[in-house]
């Protein structure tokens, strides 16, 4: 089954050969060889080995392996085939595990033996413990860095379409790697267990909960990119659905009996903001990053309706996102945390502090007025109109509705914009009940309204 | 019709690369798409492919509409860009079986249809070789192999002759000449016209993203069902006879005619073969002293020459 799909079969012809796999186990041996001769005392060398393995997994998998991820798209852009691909008859689906799994299959023969030197370490030193949670963990990690890679070379592009603008791309992963090798050797270093919906987890558990989803989502947003490309209709299910999922992921952490270290849960939420806000870009359509250049030219060209089509994907705006978070989290920790002493300290210790529930909130309202946005895009007659409408709809919401409640410095608009504030008595579960349920009448539009795209009136290059 | 082009435009951010272009090319038609650089050839091409999206009007392919349904379309279609890659670490024959399958060609048959293709492409020799170790000409039969592999009922290429030398260029005719006598519909775009008038029925030509000229050329008189095409008549007169351009004048206004010498005239007309019998017919009635006539070839560079005299006499006019 798995040898009928065409593009993993190619990219297995160029992945593999006898002396390519024979090359990685040889050098493998070799280097175990050397260290279980040369270290002497009776542990030491299957610690070594264990770090050993640790470290050239980090390379192998992440670090080569997203490069390698990257390059089977990339190599496609830069040798012209990529246009063949997308005329084929391979379906999306199959092109995308056809490249996931085949551009990269050199670097998993090489990972099997790194996991197996790994596990045969740890049980010679008896550190078992959480050993098949960490390496699902490493395999379900390093799948979602391939999927990215794949994302991120699609996304950034040149204006043409025809080359990956390299150094974004690294500029992107890179520090994502970082972060969740950072988050790795918290969970790992932790020695307390955490709480998730009231029931305790070990820290490798946890790895894996937050490690599962982040591989589901990025395979998805690589298959809807790829499938973006080949010209399927889509629906833009994928922003609920990725909420929904998350949402369910923080409410565990949020929930009541919730303890760990602060320092912690804000690390895990800031990457899951920031991971949202970028998601919310990428799985948006059209997916293909855009620069503020591109939009002003499309309205000097009188093509108004392409730069709203392709706001949601301009960088400009998802930095403008990203800030305007920041700023909404500050300005919501501030009036949340008591008491508020002022200073950059303060401001850390309480962004640390922040209920969970803020930063739901936050997504679903950002989420919710996206989908308004295209909603309007969609039923508005000329772009112009639906920018209008778009426009009003903002203005309706955040300026007359509070106004209306009583004023902009008054109680009721306090509660309207920040529902969660100190300021207010209502409970983070209840305020949420509002924006989920226009989010939901929302979807329910995007259904109504989006149907299936054949993306006819989008005039640019795929 | 086996491509329907209909009132099709495209706008890049900078400026309108196509402006309402319309055609339709008849089944098993080899069309040769020409015109100067920046005409919008290239862009045509990419729509009528599904890889541009247009600004507005539509391309069908045997009724299905490629902006609606274009997996569908590109089931029918074999495109060949000017720049296209391929992938040199792989054998010909690797190539050529993932781009079998890869466009749908059923498992058993595959091997058949990678063998057909290479014999009739000549690269059976070729099939065990790395594709980076072929020549210039040999690659481009791999890629047109890969574009027909799955027996598309149109094959657009792009320049397909660029960088060839002659003889693989003759070559290339040849093959293209088979292609359309097996079923295909062929539309070619080369800046080579002499290349192109060896296997083209029909002349496309675009200048600044219009449709300035479609027309069958003189190979198309065998296949075309109305044999109306331009012709240049050389009639010799056995004496100068000073009637001519007034009989000729009366004849119908379509003619353009030129006197080389007092007794031999040339005449360029769009007709049929029994337009040009009758026309013949009352020349001779009339009284001229006709000795002789023979119909010569326009060649492709002389249409396209004269299309683009045209439009330019008529911007010339307009403005």
Redesign the interface.
Known sequence: MIMKNPEFVRNLWLQISPVRLIAAVGVLAVVVAVVLVSVSAPNDPWEFLINLADTALLVALLIWGGATASATVRDELRGNTWNQQRMSGLSPWQLTWGKLFGGTAYVWWIAFWLILLWGIASLAVNKSAGLVMHIATWIAGAIGVHALAMIAALGFRSADGSRVQETSTVAWALPLIVLSQVFGSLLRDSETSILWYGRDFSPASIGLLLALPFMLWAVIGAYRSIREEMQEAMMPWALPACLLTFGFLLGGFGAEGASGSLVLRGLVFSLLLTTLLTWLTYLAEPHSFSSLWDGLSEIRADRTRVAMQQISSSTTLLLFLLVLAALCVVLTVTMQATPYQGGRDSLVGAIAEAAPWIYLWLMIVAIRDFLVAHVLQRIGKTSRRAMGAFVVYLGIMYVAVPLALGGVFGQHAVKWWLPMSSENEVSGAAALVGPLLTLGVVIALCFRFFGRRNGAETPKEN | MSLTVDALS??Y??HQALANVSFALPKHSVTALIGPNGAGKSTLMRCI???????NGAVRINDVEV?????EA??R?G?L?D????????TVK?CL???A????VA?ENVTLRVTEVATQLEISAKLDARVGELSRGQRQRVAIG?SIV?SPELLVLDEPASGLDPEARSSLAGLFRRLSASGMTLLVSSHILTELEEYSTHMLALRDGRVVDFRPIHATSARASDDRRERVLDLRLHTAWPNMESTLATLGARFEANASAANHWSLTADLTDAEQAALLHKLVLAGAPLIGFDERRKTLSQTYQSTIDRTQDAAGSQA
């Open positions: 495209f706008r951010p900078t492919a599904g890889l541009l999206r247009p600004s902006a609606a349904a274009p997996r590109h089931k279609l495109f860009e720049n296209f890659g391929l992938y040199d670490a792989l690797q079986i993932y781009a399958k890869s466009r749908g498992d890969q799955h």
